[in-house]
């Protein structure tokens, strides 16, 4: 991580990248900041088109709503102020002040929020967290002065985090624990704060802005899903063929601990919904004896989605692997302690994640949290069981090789649906649903949860939701429509569906709820748009396979001779 | 001092980004386009790194051309 190397990318062509209009306003001079983040943006493809407001006009800028920043109409408003400076402001109050200089701190970006949003109510805030400063008046007394300013700085950043949950539309881009782990003396250099207001050097100041785009990133809906892990001497130290389940490597002891805490970490990524593979060289049966008898095992075969040990090339299995799970190969992490393996990963397979592992186990964990690959801008309940769901579908998979058709396989899955619309219980799947699905996702729309809120108070909306369990299990809510009333017809805006349960009837079984409400609406016709991106082809031809007629680019359908779809789905 | 320029030259030329870059001892901002104050917070690091030294924060903004630039470094190395 380079500036120079980043502003190097400036003069260099971003045409075909995504454009993302983001408005920096700062305290202190950002010019740098914003030639990091466009040089940053460069390798990810995006191509952040920045405003930067004139020096510390942050609350000019938006309680004039006339500003020049609401003209750019950013999608992004990126509010930086810095410990620095709001050190100053606080020295400046009065003693019986100090002790509530947080809550007025945080009120006044409430309110800053509540203006932005009022404005535009699409727009995304962005805060940068404070830098915990002790500043040396009490020393580690401060922590029981309620008026210090490590008090109160620290109040702030607790208190962002509430503000944060409040407020869907505010995201908190945590400085703080970036500097924990970068440290202050590194990201600092008091000559440039004296002479040029810069808060922030030179080396640190691409850290902060990849940190920035992560967020961007995730909005955007470019996540990783998938953690796929290789098993000598990545998950345990080793080699299982050779030493035995019971002498890898593993546990409290020795070199053990490196690989435990390896293990701990990758699980709590799957309590939180990244589904871990396990793709090794090695005997499936030697390999799988590990998980199920080495006690000091942390990963346990259930935490596994996907597990392949053979001795293929690795490309091939991780091939298999994203065909099973049927995610972007632009959402897979893959750990190997190999770098020949790596090396062939990435020359093949170039859209995976493949991190530089450091040679020492023992580096493992902390270079990996510093990567900060798994960022997130939504997490539902949904999340927790999704491993469950892919082993269920596995076991399915198997079944239906015993059907002799299409149809008796369905039949047999005994089906049944529950059919909702949007409500308090559900928003934050179908936000996570627009903003994770790209494969079976007609117009690819992106909402937040603040949106989803909105479209569901609306009269102008309707929405259907999905949940669909089987014999096997519950697959959980897994598709929904969003419906706009418009004069004398119906607009799909958003019809999404997990890949997960494709071909099971689900688009014929919402199709003929979407017929009924418009006929009960009094309409006719129910119009739907195909947007295509590089991902959606597998709904290319969806309005076609389901009757709609085409015109000018729209798809069109007269509910008045539609009949309706057969499926083997029960609902309520 | 001549290896000091020498040095400096490629520096210039590496984070101001213009291989074309004519540096002598008289060279002062005005003369390049795009020596301006942000770029020069940006050679100031990078000279720093490659000499390995720290520069006061009263001098960076002293210099009135490349050759006090380089007389302030050759002081700082011996």
Request: glycine fraction near 4%.
């Amino acid at each position: 991580m380079n500036f120079n190397h980043f502003k190097k990318n400036l003069k260099k062509d971003f045409s075909a990248f995504q454009k993302v209009r983001v408005a920096v306003l700062g305290d202190s001079a950002t010019q740098l900041l914003v030639t990091a983040l466009r040089g940053y943006g460069y390798e990810q493809k995006i191509d952040f088109q920045l405003f930067e407001a004139d020096y510390d006009q942050v609350e000019r800028q938006i309680f004039d709503t006339n500003s020049e920043m609401y003209h750019f109409e950013p999608e992004y408003v990126l509010i930086c102020q810095t410990t620095e400076h709001l050190s100053k402001k606080f020295y400046y109050t009065t003693h019986s002040e100090r002790a509530v200089f947080w809550q007025n701190h945080l009120q006044t970006l409430g309110e800053m929020c509540q203006t932005i949003s009022q404005k535009n109510k699409k727009t995304k805030i962005f805060y940068l967290n404070f830098y915990e400063l002790n500043d040396g008046i009490f020393g580690n007394f401060a922590n029981k002065v309620n008026y210090s300013f490590l008090y109160q700085v620290r109040k702030i950043n607790t208190g962002l985090m509430e503000l944060g949950q409040e407020l869907r539309n505010l995201f908190i881009i945590d400085l703080a624990s970036l500097l924990t782990q970068y440290g202050h003396k590194n990201s600092f250099d008091s000559k440039f704060y004296i002479n040029a207001d810069m808060v922030w050097g030179l080396e640190f100041l691409p850290m902060l802005a990849k940190r920035i785009s992560d967020t961007v990133q995730s909005i955007s809906g470019k996540i990783k899903k998938a953690l796929i892990l290789d098993l000598d001497n990545t998950v345990w130290g080793g080699i299982v063929g050779d030493d035995g389940w019971e002498g890898i490597q593993i546990g409290n002891l020795g070199m053990g601990k490196a690989f435990t805490n390896l293990q701990i970490w990758a699980k709590e990524l799957k309590k939180r919904g990244i589904i871990l593979c396990v793709c090794s060289k090695n005997d499936e049966k030697i390999a799988k004896e590990a998980f199920e008898k080495n006690p000091d095992m942390v990963l346990k075969l259930e935490d596994i989605a996907v597990f392949v040990a053979n001795w293929d090339n690795k490309a091939d299995n991780i091939r298999q692997i994203q065909e099973i799970l049927n995610i972007g190969m632009d959402s897979l992490v893959f750990l190997d302690d190999n770098p020949f393996e790596r090396n062939m990963v990435r020359e093949n397979l170039p859209e995976v994640c493949v991190p530089e592992l450091p040679e020492d186990p023992a580096e493992y964990v902390s270079f990996l949290q510093e990567l900060n690959l798994f960022e997130t801008a939504s997490v539902s309940d949904n999340d927790e069981i999704r491993t469950k769901q892919y082993q269920e579908e596995s076991v399915r998979l198997s079944e239906k090789k015993h059907f002799a058709n299409e149809e008796e396989f369905l039949a047999n899955l005994q089906m049944e649906a529950k059919i909702q619309p949007i409500s308090k219980f559900n928003v934050p799947r179908v936000a996570q649903l627009t903003q994770r699905s790209n494969q079976f996702n007609l117009r690819t729309v992106r909402y937040t949860e603040q949106d989803i809120e909105q479209i569901a108070k609306s009269e102008n909306f309707a929405s259907f939701t999905v949940s669909l369990k089987d014999k096997f299990g519950e697959y959980g809510l897994i598709s929904m429509v969003i419906l706009e009333k418009k004069q004398g017809f119906i607009f799909i805006d958003t019809w999404i569906m997990s890949c997960r349960v494709l071909k099971r009837g689900v688009e014929a079984l919402l199709l003929n709820e979407m017929v009924k409400f418009a006929q009960n609406d009094g309409l006719q016709t129910i119009i739907g748009e195909y947007l295509p991106t590089a991902k959606n082809g597998l709904v290319k031809d969806h309005y076609q396979n389901l009757g709609f007629s085409s015109k000018d680019k729209i798809w069109e359908l007269d509910c008045g001779t539609y009949q309706l779809q057969k499926h083997f789905i029960k609902h309520g | 001092m001549d290896k000091i320029l020498e040095d400096i030259k490629t520096i210039f030329r590496e984070v101001l980004d213009n291989e074309n870059l004519s540096i002598k001892p008289e060279t002062t901002s005005d003369d390049i386009e795009e020596w301006d104050s942000l770029a020069h917070i940006q050679l100031v690091v990078a000279i720093e790194k490659h000499f390995k030294l720290k520069f006061k924060t009263e001098e960076i903004m002293a210099w009135e051309n490349v050759g006090a630039m380089c007389e302030a470094i050759h002081l700082y190395l011996n």
